[in-house]
């Protein structure tokens, strides 16, 4: 950070990382407060399948549960706790992510946990890309990485504009900000770690105990340095060409889709006649 020119904290400000914001005390708390809300139908929950009692609670509330798993394994034992939706997310998705990718995962998550509904998460940036979920056998999509350069994300300008100039090879493997494999943009800070002299990074959660300051410090000064910046992004980052409105990019993903889908229906008809 101090490479690059990122200011400290004012002094007496303590940075406000991830063990503060959602450990399994503070997840519980989210809980509650989301079960206040009428509108709140579906609770996703990642990293480990839900407790027993929180899935009871918001099965009583009337709301579902989503799980985000990354293996046939992980995807069985969120269907073992009661989970009502499965998202299957392939290793090229943002975030946390796992080592098989989406075009194999999906599938195999379909067939294990039938009739429990599919969401295809990993990867999905196009409409045509919804049609191939659709096609493997999932009920739907689930995006992460396509939000963050809309009008309405809450990235730093800094950050849309890395989204943007991205292409996939810069949406990296690091351990860097929790401790857990995690997609990220390539920047200063990823760099930092891969150097041959740094440190491991801890285990999660300790991890955050080093990163939470950066976090926070990026945060409070996103134009320090354009060079540093900690964005977690997928693989999808390279079809990622300008910053929209999230309605339109509704907009183009149905069209996207219906091009898809018109284009798979003039084949069909092909063949029927052949
Ligand atoms: C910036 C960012 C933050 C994310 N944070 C979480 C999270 O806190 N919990 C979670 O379950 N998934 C998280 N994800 C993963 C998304 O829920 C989603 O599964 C993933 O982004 C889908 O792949 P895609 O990025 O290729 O669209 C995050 C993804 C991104 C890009």
Not at 16 to 37: D, K, P
Not at 38 to 45: E, F, L, Q, R
Not at 197 to 210: H, S
Request: charged share 20%; net charge negative.
């Amino acid at each position: 950070l101090r490479e690059n020119n990122v200011p400290e904290l004012p002094d007496g400000e303590f940075h406000n990382g991830m063990i503060t914001r959602s450990n399994s005390t503070t997840a519980r708390l989210h809980v509650a407060v989301a079960l206040r809300h009428p509108n709140v139908k579906v609770i996703a929950n990642a990293l480990g399948a839900p407790p027993a009692d929180l899935v009871d609670e918001i099965h009583h509330s009337g709301r579902l549960v989503a799980g985000l798993c990354g293996s046939v394994d992980h995807a069985r034992r969120h269907a073992a706790a009661g989970v009502d939706i499965i998202v299957a997310q392939g290793g090229e998705g943002g975030g946390h992510t796992g080592y098989i990718g989406s075009m194999v995962l999906w599938p195999q998550v379909v067939a294990a946990v039938a009739p429990l509904p599919v969401l295809a998460a990993g990867g999905v940036g196009h409409g045509s890309q919804i049609a191939a979920a659709l096609a493997m056998g999932a009920e739907g999509v689930w995006n992460g990485t396509l939000w963050l350069s809309t009008e309405e994300s809450e990235m730093t300008d800094v950050q849309r504009r890395a989204i943007v100039a991205a292409d996939s090879r810069d949406a990296i493997i690091s351990r860097s900000l929790t401790g857990k494999r995690n997609r990220l943009l390539r920047s200063a800070w990823t760099e930092a770690w891969e150097k041959p002299e740094a440190p491991d990074p801890l285990p999660l959660p300790l991890q955050d105990l080093v990163a939470g300051e950066a976090v926070t410090r990026l945060e409070t000064y996103p134009d320090a340095n354009p060079a540093i910046h900690i964005t977690p992004s997928g693989q999808v980052v390279g079809q990622i060409t300008k910053v929209s409105k999230v309605a339109d990019v509704m907009f183009e993903l149905a069209e996207q889709y219906l091009e898809a889908t018109d284009r798979l229906s003039a084949l069909n008809a092909r063949l029927q006649e052949a």
